[in-house]
């Protein structure tokens, strides 16, 4: 089945970090652009980060840049997006998603800053 | 404010049609990059309405259809039932930014 499943949510302090994770099965990992997405409660729709197949691209929306990181590992068809200096305003909830004419999507993991 | 306007609300009777329109600009949709289109339930994940070859996924009724013009682009809803009641965002790459956009979503409140 091809899918994509975010893990590593939870509740942080302001300040704090976290990492989030999104394994991918079912495609050709190597051969697709990755995004993170995010939702606020009650918001729309924020695009965050994305990155190129071979990892040599890395492109975010302005209101994380110098705070997160995304990467990926094509051997365990894994991405990532490390989070630091989080904020309030980084509460949302957070999907992975294989770029194409198509984009494929998580179920999200909820990500709360919060003291 | 957001690269992509969307109305904040649409609203028609069952069996209406209704249309929700996106605005960008000439380096999104008028540069020519696709649009996506996605209906979200609340609580639920978003759903590929319309992707980027102007197609329907599988699974998607036909009264759902996406036109483009210029820097617009548009979702048209036919035959309205009581189960499109969601919001709805179109989404666009954007080639100052460099990023992907979505718009702020449209409410649509079938009467």
């Known amino acids: 089945e091809v899918q994509v499943v975010e893990s590593g949510g939870g509740l942080v302090q302001p300040g704090g970090s976290l990492r989030l994770s999104c394994a991918a099965s079912g495609f050709t990992f190597e051969g697709y652009w990755l995004s993170w997405v995010r939702q606020a409660p009650g918001k729309g729709l924020e695009w965050v980060a994305n990155i190129k197949p071979d990892g040599t691209e890395k492109y975010y929306v302005d209101s994380v840049k110098g705070r997160f990181t995304i990467s990926r590992d094509n051997a365990q068809n894994l991405f990532y997006l490390q989070m630091d200096s989080l904020r309030a305003e980084d509460t949302a909830i957070y999907y992975c998603?294989?770029?194409?004419?198509?984009?494929?999507w998580g179920q999200g993991t909820m990500v709360t800053v919060s003291s | 404010q957001s690269v992509l306007t969307q109305p904040p609300s649409v609203s028609g009777a069952p069996g209406q049609r209704v249309t929700i329109s996106c605005t960008g600009s000439?380096?999104?949709?008028?540069?020519?990059?696709?649009v996506h289109w996605y209906q979200q339930v609340p609580g639920t994940v978003p759903k590929v309405l319309i992707d980027?070859?102007?197609n329907r996924p599988s699974g998607v009724p036909d009264r759902f259809s996406g036109s483009k013009s210029g820097t617009s682009a548009s979702l048209a809803i036919s035959g309205l039932q009581a189960e499109d009641e969601a919001d709805y965002y179109c989404?666009?790459?954007?080639?100052?930014?460099?990023?992907?956009?979505f718009g702020r979503g449209t409410k649509l409140t079938v009467l």
């Open positions: 989404q666009s790459f954007d080639r100052s930014l460099s990023t992907w956009v």
């Open positions: 980027s070859h102007n």
């Open positions: 998603a294989k770029q194409g004419p198509a984009w494929l």
């Open positions: 000439s380096s999104n949709i008028g540069a020519g990059y696709d």
